[in-house]
């Protein structure tokens, strides 16, 4: 069974960071991209962060530019998601995925693979 596990989540306070890891079991992910989505309650899931199969390429969205970095280590975890200057605005469950191809990846649609979420908390 294929699955991707991110973890790394918990409690911070305002101003703070967490590092998100995610790891796979069941396949390998080569020649895959990479991306971190996160879902608030009562919000649709959306688009954090992605990254190429060789890191050449990465993608943020604006909300998170500047603070978060996506990185990937092939030969270990296959992904990581470093978050600094953490906000209250930025709780929500992370989740990793996993597309075939490095292509309009702020499209929730072109991940085939998911994780189940790790919990991130922000108190001001």
């Known amino acids: 069974q294929v699955q991707l596990v991110e973890s790394g989540g918990g409690l911070v306070q305002a101003g703070g960071s967490l590092r998100l890891s995610c790891a796979a079991s069941g396949r390998t992910f080569d020649n895959y991209a990479m991306g971190w989505f996160r879902q608030a309650p009562g919000k649709e899931r959306e688009f954090v962060a992605a990254?190429?199969?060789?890191?050449?390429?990465?993608y943020y969205a604006d909300s998170v530019k500047g603070r978060f970095t996506i990185s990937r280590d092939n030969a270990k975890a296959p992904l990581y998601l470093q978050m600094n200057s953490l906000k209250p605005e930025d709780t929500a469950v992370y989740y990793c995925?996993?597309?075939?191809?490095?292509?309009?990846?702020?499209?929730?649609?072109?991940?085939?693979?998911w994780g189940q979420g790790t919990q991130v908390t922000v108190s001001s």
């Open positions: 995925a996993a597309s075939p191809e490095y292509f309009r990846p702020a499209d929730r649609a072109k991940y085939d693979y």
């Open positions: 990254i190429s199969w060789t890191s050449a390429s990465t």
